[in-house]
């Protein structure tokens, strides 16, 4: 089975422009979550999803980012506008519900890096 | 606030031998504790956890121990492998919370042959 696909794996892009990055979760996982990492904050929560339904995004950072998830199969992640400081990993992750034993399965992440 | 914070950032260990990682929590709520493993370019995967309700939890070569009181918990690796060598990460969550994790800094681990 496919596990978590994230694209894209890599991302340069400058100041101020628009990043989309792509999440297909496991087929049949009811829950979406976007992690950031970064070396100053570790890996981070931004927003989960259950049955396409944002849940959380106490953990977005500021009104550039934004998350939808349109489907059960695909969620994306927008910063608009980038700035330097969005440089970070971005993981994808996603589980059978919300239970809390459920296991969470994580994409390769998207390597962002905003000149 | 760190809710989760794992102290040592990095641990070097002969292969065979056994390796202890450390984790420390704050939030006395949380009830079910897990660890992660990362290799270089590829995400985090599940490798151990535990309930509150338990003090030690085995898999093989992993055991995790949970301290409740001291809000302590403690990955052992017996015997470390070269190919454990690799990030380590523990979360805690609270079950009727959610599934969302709270993850600390990692202890990159590295397993001499």
């Known amino acids: 089975d496919a596990g978590v696909i994230q694209s894209p794996r890599h991302e340069v892009t400058e100041m101020g422009q628009e990043v989309t990055l792509r999440c297909k979760p496991i087929s049949g996982h009811n829950s979406l979550f976007w992690y950031r990492q970064t070396m100053m904050r570790g890996l981070e929560l931004l927003i989960y999803?259950?049955?396409?339904?944002?849940?959380?995004d106490s953990g977005m950072p500021e009104d550039r980012f934004s998350a939808k998830m349109p489907n059960a199969s695909f969620s994306t992640l927008k910063i608009q506008p980038s700035e330097p400081r969005d440089s970070a990993v971005y993981f994808c992750?996603?589980?059978?519900?919300?239970?809390?034993?459920?296991?969470?399965?994580f994409g390769p992440g998207t390597r962002l890096t905003v000149l | 606030d760190q809710q989760v914070k794992q102290n040592s950032p990095s641990l070097s260990v002969q292969e065979g031998r056994i390796s202890i990682l450390n984790c420390d929590y704050t939030n006395s709520m949380f009830d079910y504790f897990l660890w992660y493993k990362k290799y270089p370019a590829e995400g985090p995967t599940f490798l151990i956890s535990i309930s509150s309700i338990k003090d030690k939890n085995e898999d093989g070569r992993f055991t995790v121990f949970l301290n409740k009181s001291a809000k302590h918990l403690s990955l052992h690796i017996v015997p470390s492998q070269p190919g454990d060598s690799a990030v380590y990460f523990c979360?805690?969550?609270?079950?009727?919370?959610?599934?969302?994790?709270?993850f600390g800094g990692g202890t990159r681990v590295l397993v001499k042959p």
């Open positions: 999803f259950n049955n396409n339904v944002p849940i959380d």
């Open positions: 979360a805690a969550s609270l079950k009727a919370a959610g599934n969302k994790l709270t």
């Open positions: 992750a996603s589980s059978r519900s919300l239970a809390g034993w459920d296991t969470q399965y």
